[in-house]
Each structure stands twice: as C-alpha cells, then as structure tokens.
C-alpha cells in the first residue's frame, strides 16, 4: 500500500516531486498476529523477530515454552483477543470446514483501524465481500493476499479496484529454488513408499 503506489508515481511520467509527508507504517516494534502457528507461521515468526516485532499467536494448541521463547511469541487462547491487539494479521492456517470464511465482517470490526490484515494462505479463509466492505469503510487499514477465491479473481470483482490493497497470484512459492526442493521432497517420498519405508512428509487424517 506504500510500495505498489509508490512505484507508479516515481514511474509516471507525470511526476515533478515526491511529497515530503507522505509516510508508511512502521514494522519494527509493530505487533503482529499469526492465525496458525504450524511450521510456516513458525517460520514468519523467526522472520518478524529480527524486526523486533512483538508477536501474538493463535493456534488450536498451544506450542512448547521453548519454541514460543525462541522466537518470543505469546499464546492467543482466543482468537479476538490476537486481533484486537495486532498491528498487522497474518492468516497462515489451513482450509477446512473450520476455518472457511474465518475473518469475516465481525472478526474485521474487531481489528484496529490503523491494521492490515495479510492472508498467505487459501483465498477462502477470507468472507472477501466482508472484506471489500471494510476497506471500503476504512474499518480496516489495508489488506495484502497472496491467495483469492477464485484464482484469478474476475475481472470486475471490486476488490481489484481499491487503492488499500496489493493482491499478487499465489506466489509465495514461486523460486526456482523452492520448486527444486518441493520436487525433491516429491521424489523422497515415492522412494520410501516403494521401499516400504517411513515417509517423511506423510500427512495422516486428524
């Protein structure tokens, strides 16, 4: 919501002076809440650390001391109390059943006015028509998704014409890099079946 804009104006041929008051938010010393602490919202953690953020989480079980110490993160029992507090929300859980349309137009009224909410996710942990009312009525700051419903949105949906949103095609994976290691992890797999081994990435049914 600072960078997109940004870029356009140093880019337009328009543009004769950047203005002085136009200013970001700050993330250092910001407080940041993750909606599931599995191992990538584990990993965001370690990330927000080194920017000295506070961090919130809300997870269905509580991680070990040790791990919370490590990257100074404190337990949401309940999930309102995470979004209340939190200068940024980021979605890192799942879809489910449970979690279809998690933040809708409630979870949003109770998110500070000045917050961004960041859905890394899937498209539909998100009620999106909730979310185009709040951005449009300023409940909340701004919105960043990596993830919509559907894939592309259409070409009209009105969430492509708000200014307080960056929405990028499901590219959080998206490297040379991790592609190479995804299909590895692939690979690895198929040999432990066929050997009749344990399999490293089983996912085994809740």
Request: aromatic fraction near 6%.
């Amino acid at each position: 919501f600072f960078f997109h804009p940004g870029c356009q104006i140093a880019l337009s041929p328009d543009t004769k002076s950047f203005a002085v008051d136009w200013l970001g938010v700050e993330v250092s010393r910001a407080t940041l809440g993750i909606i599931g602490m599995g191992n990538i919202g584990y990993k965001v953690a370690q990330r927000a650390r080194a920017f000295s953020m506070r961090i919130l989480y809300h997870n269905r079980n509580q991680r070990r001391k040790e791990e919370e110490e490590a990257v100074g993160a404190h337990y949401c029992e309940k999930m309102e109390d995470l979004l209340q507090q939190s200068d940024f929300v980021m979605l890192v859980v799942n879809l489910t059943s449970e979690t279809h349309k998690l933040i809708g137009r409630r979870e949003l009224g109770l998110m500070k006015p000045t917050a961004t909410l960041i859905n890394i996710s899937r498209g539909a942990v998100i009620d999106q028509d909730a979310l185009v009312e709040a951005l449009q009525n300023k409940v909340i700051r701004a919105a960043a998704l990596d993830v919509t419903h559907p894939e592309p949105l259409p070409r009209d949906h009105p969430l492509l014409k708000l200014q307080n949103i960056i929405i990028t095609p499901h590219i959080g994976t998206a490297t040379g890099q991790a592609t190479y290691m995804m299909a590895e992890e692939a690979i690895a797999n198929i040999l432990a079946v066929l050997r009749g081994q344990p399999i490293p990435s089983e996912v085994l049914p809740k």
